[in-house]
Every structure is written in C-alpha cells, then in structure tokens.
C-alpha cells in the first residue's frame, strides 16, 4: 500500500465548475500538508500549505485536512482553462529537524471553456 | 531574483554512459533536494544536501547514483552506467534552511533523462 494514493484522473470539467481534488494517506505522523500544481514540462509550483488539521483559503483555491480520516482535500472555485494541470497533494511529518515530502501521484485536470 | 536553475533541460544518454545533472539553489538558499518523478507517478525523494554535506540520502540507490553539494558551484546529480529505467524527470529542489516546509520548496524545472 502506499503511503499516500491519489486519484490520477484525468478529470475534465467545464470552465466554471467547482473542482474538488483528494488524497489519501496512512501516516499518521504527517502533520505537514501542501498541494503542487504542475504544468506540463515544468516544475511543481506550491499553491497551498497546511499545517495539521484544518481549512485554508486563498482566492480561489481551499485546503482541507482531515486528520482523524487521515484525508485532504484541495477545491478550487470558479475553474479555468488556465487550472489545467496537473495538481500533486504532498506531505510529511517532522523527521530529524527537516523535510522529506512524500507525493501523490497527481492528478490530472482538464478545464475545458 | 532567479529561482531554481536546472541543467540541461534534457539530456540524452545511451545505456553504459554517465549522466550529471546540475542544480543551482535560489539566492540566499543552502539547503538541496533532488527527486525523481517517471512518468505518470508523483515525485519520489532522492537525497537531502546542505552545503559539503549528505544529510539524508535514503532515497537514492546504493549503485550508480551519486550526490555532492560542494562548497563552490552547483549541487549535481550523478547517475553512472545509465539505464533505460534511468529514463525520469529529475527535479532539484532549494530551501533557506531546514525549516523548508515552513517557507515552502522551491522547485526548478528539472532536466528530462532519455536513456536510448
């Protein structure tokens, strides 16, 4: 089993939409929670970080943890063409004062206009 | 302010060649990480540099894989003997200190393995 699976999608939505992106995970030492988008050919750009359990927003975009079900959540509001990509949920916990992120596979998103 | 740089932006290798792929951290950055992302899959942590110094290599294999941070220049990536399954996105990432995740990585573009 993984320590952290990701739908792969793709998922195709029309411009507009609400987009709702999830991941699941089975360490329960991860306190540390963030989502990467990646454009084709790029480099994964962070969009949002979390810490423990909890909502964050910013803009468009809302966080969501759910430790106890040990699963996040990224929803982006008012989607884009320009959201196609591909968005990674990423995690970690606090081991020996630094950061090893453990990936998700990503997930694919096509907003169509 | 530059970000991560990366280089080259694909590299071309035949099986038995080596392959050294460079890293420059942003400004004012010490701390390198390296993963390597196949296709379709995440990214999958290689090895943790400060400068001089390995801090955590788990991730990397034992063979042919090999990482330094010197004191002057880019970090680099070195896979000796490629093979096809050598054949990634490898992706360098910086950060201030070793609180990265409270500022966030910051990724370069990577550079695109090709073992022919």
């Known amino acids: 089993q993984k320590e952290v699976e990701q739908d792969p999608g793709p998922l195709s939505v029309p411009e507009g939409a609400i987009v709702s992106l999830n991941c699941t995970y089975s360490?329960?030492?991860?306190?540390?929670f963030m989502w990467y988008r990646q454009y084709s050919r790029k480099g994964p750009e962070l969009l949002m970080y979390?810490?423990?359990?909890g909502n964050k927003e910013d803009g468009r975009f809302t966080a969501q943890v759910d430790k106890s079900s040990k699963y996040i959540s990224l929803f982006i509001r008012d989607s884009q063409p320009s959201d196609s990509a591909t968005y990674l949920c990423a995690m970690s916990g606090d081991s020996g004062g630094y950061n090893k992120l453990i990936f998700g596979a990503g997930t694919r998103l096509a907003v169509h206009p | 302010n530059a970000g991560v740089m990366q280089n080259p932006r694909h590299l071309v290798r035949r099986r038995g060649q080596e392959a050294r792929l460079r890293c420059s951290p942003m400004?004012?950055?010490?701390?390198v990480y390296w993963y390597r992302q196949l296709p379709e899959e995440g990214l999958k942590f290689m090895v943790y540099l400060q400068k001089e110094n390995i801090i955590d290599e788990s991730g990397m294999p034992k063979e042919r894989f090999s990482a330094e941070f010197p004191k002057e220049g880019p970090s680099i990536l070195r896979i000796q003997q490629v093979v096809r399954g050598d054949s990634a996105a490898y992706f360098c990432?910086?950060?201030?200190?070793?609180?990265?995740?409270?500022?966030?990585?910051?990724f370069g573009s990577g550079t695109r393995l090709t073992v022919v």
């Open positions: 979390t810490y423990s359990s």
């Open positions: 400004k004012g950055h010490s701390h």
């Open positions: 360490n329960s030492a991860f306190q540390y």
């Open positions: 990432a910086s950060s201030m200190d070793s609180g990265g995740l409270l500022y966030g990585y910051t």
